[in-house]
């Protein structure tokens, strides 16, 4: 039990794997979603008001979203 005793090695081993499908529905699938959304106002007529509801919200939850 002196100076010259050699230290215990500790060896640890972590497996990280990647999970794709998380990856589609949390940023791909909502993505995918606001831009279809984004694309339905264009079918709206220009004087409704509904146009105006449809439009900001989708552009600003991509905004938000593609921040992450």
């Known amino acids: 039990m002196g100076l010259n005793t050699p230290y215990p090695n500790l060896r ?13 529905y949390i940023l791909v699938l909502p ?4 831009s279809f959304l984004t694309l339905v106002i264009f079918w709206l007529p220009p004087e409704s008001a509904a146009k105006m509801m449809l439009g900001i919200p989708p552009a600003i939850c991509l905004y938000m979203l593609l921040r992450i």
């Open 12 to 24: 640890f081993y972590i497996v990280l794997q990647r999970v794709a499908i998380f990856h589609k």
């Open 31 to 34: 993505c995918v979603l606001l």
